[in-house]
Nanobody, 127 residues
Framework: QIQLVESGGGSVQAGASLTLSCAAS????????IAWFRQSPGKEREGVAA????????EYADSVKGRFTISRDSGNKAVVLQMTDLKPEDTALYYC????????????????????WGQGTQVTIAS
C-alpha cells in the first residue's frame, strides 16, 4: 500500500509556470511507475505524463509535449511535473498515480493501469 500526496497547485496567469510534486507518505517512490492525470468538470480524465520506476521511459500527452516535463528526484522521494507556458485549457484537478514497476519499462497514460491515487491538487489558469 502506498499513499500519494500531491502539492504545488495554484492559480496563475496564462503563460506562467507551475511545478507539481508527488510524494509518498512515509516512504519513497522507489520501485513504482508514476503518472500524472488531470480532470476538469465535464471532461474525461486525461493522462498527462508518466515515468517508469527506473526513470528510463517517459511518456507525454500530445497536448503537453514540449511544455511539461516529468522527472524523479535522485532519492526517489518525489516525482515532479514541471509545467510551463500554461494555457487556460490546462485548468484541472491534477492527480498522481502509481503502480508497481515492471521490466516492460513502459509508462502508460491509461488510468486503469495504476492502482494507487492521490487526492489531487487544483491548477487554475486564467486567460
Amino acid at each position: 500500500q502506498i499513499q500519494l500526496v500531491e502539492s504545488g497547485g495554484g492559480s496563475v496567469q496564462a503563460g506562467a509556470s507551475l511545478t507539481l510534486s508527488c510524494a509518498a507518505s512515509g516512504r519513497t517512490l522507489g520501485g513504482y511507475d508514476i503518472a500524472w492525470f488531470r480532470q476538469s468538470p465535464g471532461k474525461e480524465r486525461e493522462g498527462v505524463a508518466a515515468v517508469t520506476w527506473r526513470g528510463h521511459t517517459k511518456e507525454y500527452a500530445d497536448s503537453v509535449k514540449g511544455r511539461f516535463t516529468i522527472s524523479r528526484d535522485s532519492g526517489n522521494k518525489a516525482v515532479v511535473l514541471q509545467m510551463t507556458d500554461l494555457k487556460p485549457e490546462d485548468t484541472a484537478l491534477y492527480y498522481c498515480a502509481a503502480r508497481g514497476g515492471t521490466f516492460a519499462d513502459d509508462a502508460p497514460l491509461v488510468g486503469e493501469k495504476y492502482y494507487y491515487w492521490g487526492q489531487g491538487t487544483q491548477v487554475t489558469i486564467a486567460s
